[in-house]
């Protein structure tokens, strides 16, 4: 019962983290759009170069 439990909560809050890192880089002092960020983080060049520096 409590491992069932632990695992919805654990997986929750992993979620919660990786969202919260993509909007932490998508509205951080340099504004990146998510599809850059996504982009980028899957091996895809940015856009612009500067932002696959940030990222």
Known sequence: MF???NTI???FLLL???VS???NI???QVAIPIKEVFKSLLGSP???ETWE???
């Open 3 to 5: 491992q069932k439990r």
């Open 9 to 11: 909560l654990f997986t």
């Open 16 to 18: 919660l983290l990786v």
């Open 21 to 23: 890192l993509l909007l």
């Open 26 to 28: 998508s509205f951080g």
């Open 46 to 48: 940015a856009s612009k």
């Open 53 to 55: 520096y940030i990222i």
